[in-house]
């Protein structure tokens, strides 16, 4: 079992900054993508960037130029330093990887979450 605890969430106005980390902890071989989705109150959850694990990297467009998502291999962990945050911004953020268990076992695992709220 794997489990993916995130950390960094909070209140901030608009034009503020913050910055959210995952750890993934557990039966860990490796981890493949890793990524950060959102879900406000009444939209789906959707993604906000992702990175390979060699670094590749897929930003959705209304975040591009204000978020940047890095990661530590040998750490397992996933960073995404978020600036210039607008209202619209406010959701909960997931942190999710795709990890290997074992060389035949890759399962897809999800954090618990961090709110963000952006207000003045």
């Known amino acids: 079992q794997v489990q993916l605890v995130e950390s960094g969430g909070g209140s901030v106005p608009p034009g503020g900054s913050l910055r959210l980390s995952c750890s993934a902890s557990g039966r860990i071989l490796s981890v493949n993508n890793m990524a950060w989705y959102r879900q406000g109150p009444v939209l789906q959850r959707e993604l906000v960037a992702l990175?390979?694990?060699?670094?590749?990297?897929n930003y959705a467009d209304s975040v591009k130029g204000r978020f940047t998502i890095s990661r530590d291999n040998a750490k397992n962990t996933v960073d995404l330093q978020m600036d210039a945050l607008k209202p619209e911004d406010t959701a909960g953020y997931y942190c999710?990887?795709?990890?290997?268990?074992?060389?035949?076992?890759?399962?897809?695992?999800w954090g618990q979450g961090t709110q963000v709220t952006v207000s003045s």
């Open positions: 990175i390979g694990r060699g670094g590749s990297t």
């Open positions: 999710n990887a795709d990890v290997m268990e074992t060389i035949l076992r890759l399962r897809n695992y």
